[in-house]
């Protein structure tokens, strides 16, 4: 048989192509002049949209603002003192909780271990494991629980975290702060890369937190800090989560396509909002490290590539942020969404959780 006509006529304009292939279907929502002013005396790229989301006979809206923050370490050199280095970084985090607080932020997330260099390339374990600290008790975690009282907002902070109690093991973390400034959990890194890169299994281990929601104020939230495990990401949905966030160190250019992808599919599936933070620019060390892919030694990262944004459960996205610049996302989300996708498309009624358990475990025994 031969086909005389395109099976699908894609469209021709650019736009519509973007509505096809891309669903960036939000509503605008407008932030104050105060606000902006703020994040442009700051250098910060401010960006703000919304998420369509049909009215409801028997429940109101359910609307939360989330809020990315992506940024580069520069203009602070790795080589800083610790003390000088976190107090840096306390400032800067200080003036985007702020911009995010005027913007009507609800819950706001670093990138992944935000408050320090990405130095596990470098396999060097001085300076980098002074870093660590507690998760409930340590400086950084105390110093955003006063944020969070004072801007009624919830954060969510990953940082690298020193276990004094059990035998002072080290864990990639991230803590969850409720908008009343009380510590509400964390999340332990359920999937540690053993990529010849990044080197992260020198310094930590898989997680053993499993993977927790936590109830706040603003809908019950996760943290998935691995994005390339789609059972990680499924898990998080049969507990209930309705926002899953995805603090990252995402680099170079074999992981930058993937970024677009995974955790935007990872919404569709799973039936929930995903928001995917990344650090930005490159991080250069004083001594030469190889990086096992045939590279002569050198002392620069990769370069984190930014482009956070937020997926809702039907696919639509927000547009991405920078590249190349520190800035922050505001989105404004409707969790009634979640239920309205599943009633639509009934994914959750299709899988057989039974059969695929089976098949899972065989491989585990």
Known sequence: MQWTEPLVLLPSCSASYMKVFTMCLQSVIELSEECKELAFKHNIDLVACGFNCKEEQLRSPKLTRVGLFQHKLVPFPTSTPIQEMKYALFKVANKAIRIAARSGVNVFCFPEIWNMPYAFCTREKSPWCEYAESAKTGPTTKMLQELAQIHNMVIISPILERDDVYNDSI?????VIDNHGNYLGKQRKNHISRDAYINESMYYSEGNTGHPVFETEFGKIAVCL??????NWLVFGLNGAEIVFNPSAAAGEATEPLWAVETRGAAIANGYYTCAVNRVGTEVFVNDFTTGDGKPPHRETDYFYGSSYVTAPNGSRSPALSRTKSSILVAEVDLN????????WGLQVSIIYDAEARDVRQFTI
């Not at 864990?171 to 803590?175: E, K, S």
């Not at 691995?226 to 059972?231: D, E, R, T």
């Not at 969404?337 to 639509?344: A, E, G, M, P």
């Open 171 to 175: 864990w990639n973390t991230a803590v």
């Open 226 to 231: 691995g994005s390339h495990h789609p059972l």
């Open 337 to 344: 969404l979640c239920r309205q996708v599943k009633d639509q």
